[in-house]
């Protein structure tokens, strides 16, 4: 049998099986083509922007317009479409529920037996498909093309992310790491200092002018170094060099305090690296932990607010879509405000990272079920 005509009748039997009907389908591609459509449009308005900001950049550096689209736009794109569309499925759902309710379509189904409850089944199916792909994109997709992009503006724009403030990490449960000042594009650190402890005390220390780290062979070279070692019989040995090559516990990414490196990782590489981070008491460490709960607080947020659209959209009103429109937008503003808000406070605030990503969720989850309750039905 053809693999096609086996997947449709495997679609056939569980359409079958959980009652599915026809107008499930129509409201299925209701809300899946409102969607599509709102984020289309989006982007072509952000990437229209975005070229008359960048043009005079991309003429500049003589950028083959070919490489613009393919390692410019094709990796700028899926970030602002995971970005918006927790926010474009919202307004989608409240936009064409609007429609359907200013129509008497709703009163329709209503009429014809089918409970609000049932009703939900084609919203709910399209909300998850949608979190699916959020999903996806979040853990996946996004932090691959994040990490393309910014090795584009390297490499065209000469973007340098140079650390200037003095970074002390911890590279053992004895021993600490310090660097003056970390140059990203080059990955040279100046000023380098490292120091090992036994028994409250100094036992070693090794300092450098410059440090670089050989990616191929795992290795760090230091450049100008000296170094202390205190001996068992107490004395002081001292030695001096051009060249010294020695492995440490880190990487270095963990001498650049960026808070952006984390949306360049997927989520299992993101969750190793929070636990080194934990490990050597980053100051990001709140950043990094909040960007690992939104990977699945934002895609969840889908369900939440496709259900909260469907609530107040569904009621007819006299004064027709744009009351269910302004209401939609306070609402979603609302919940940014509340993201925003609960963010600044889980990085400064003493919040747990994992609380203020996920109180705005759990606020309009309780706001949503109110809804729900008082929906005519």
Same mark, same amino acid.
């Given at each position: ?13 569980? @359409? =079958?099986? *959980? ?12 809300? &899946?083509?409102?969607? +599509? $459509? ?27 317009? @070919? =490489?613009? *689209? ?12 995971? &970005?918006?569309?927790? +926010? $474009? ?89 310090f660097v003056e000042r ?142 269910h429109i302004f209401i ?27 609380l203020g990503t996920w ?19």
């Open positions: 049998m053809n693999p096609l005509t086996r997947i449709k009748e495997l679609n056939e039997r569980f @359409k =079958e099986k *959980i009652g599915w009907k026809i107008l499930d389908s129509y409201l299925l591609k209701k809300m &899946l083509g409102s969607v +599509l $459509f709102s984020i289309s449009l989006l982007m072509v308005v952000v990437v229209v922007f975005d070229v008359s900001e960048n043009i005079h950049r991309f003429m500049g550096h003589n950028i083959p317009a @070919k =490489e613009v *689209i393919t390692g410019y736009y094709f990796n700028f794109i899926p970030y602002f479409i995971n &970005l918006f569309i927790p +926010l $474009f499925t919202f307004i989608s759902v409240i936009w064409f529920t609007s429609k359907l309710s200013s129509r008497n379509e709703i009163i329709s189904i209503f009429d014809n037996g089918i409970s609000f409850n049932r009703m939900l089944v084609p919203y709910v199916t399209g909300a998850v498909i949608i979190m699916i792909l959020s999903l996806i994109l979040s853990n996946f997709i996004v932090p691959n093309t994040n990490r393309k992009l910014n090795d584009f503006k390297y490499q065209y724009f000469g973007k340098r992310n140079v650390s200037t403030t003095y970074q002390h990490v911890k590279n053992s449960k004895n021993s600490y790491i970390w140059d990203k594009l080059e990955d040279i650190g100046y000023n380098f200092t490292y120091e090992e402890f036994a028994n409250n005390a100094i036992r070693k220390k090794i300092s450098a002018q410059t440090i670089d780290y050989d990616e191929e062979q795992q290795v760090w070279h230091l450049h100008q170094y000296i170094h202390r070692e205190i001996t068992d019989d107490g004395d002081e040995l001292i030695i001096t060099g051009e060249d010294m090559d020695t492995t440490f516990n880190i990487k270095p990414m963990n001498l650049y305090q960026d808070a952006f490196i984390s949306e360049t990782m997927s989520y299992t590489e993101l969750r190793q690296f929070i636990k080194e981070e934990k490990m050597r008491g980053s100051s990001l460490l709140a950043n990094y932990q909040i960007e690992q709960h939104k990977r699945l607080a934002n895609p969840l947020g889908i369900l939440i607010m496709t259900l909260l659209g469907l609530s107040v959209s569904c009621r007819k009103n006299t004064r027709g879509v744009g009351v939609g937008m306070g609402l979603a503003f609302t919940f940014i405000f509340l993201q925003q808000i609960s963010t600044v406070f889980s990085v400064s605030g003493g919040l747990p990272p994992i109180l705005p969720n759990l606020i309009y989850l309780a706001i949503t079920i109110v809804m729900l309750k008082l929906t005519p039905k």
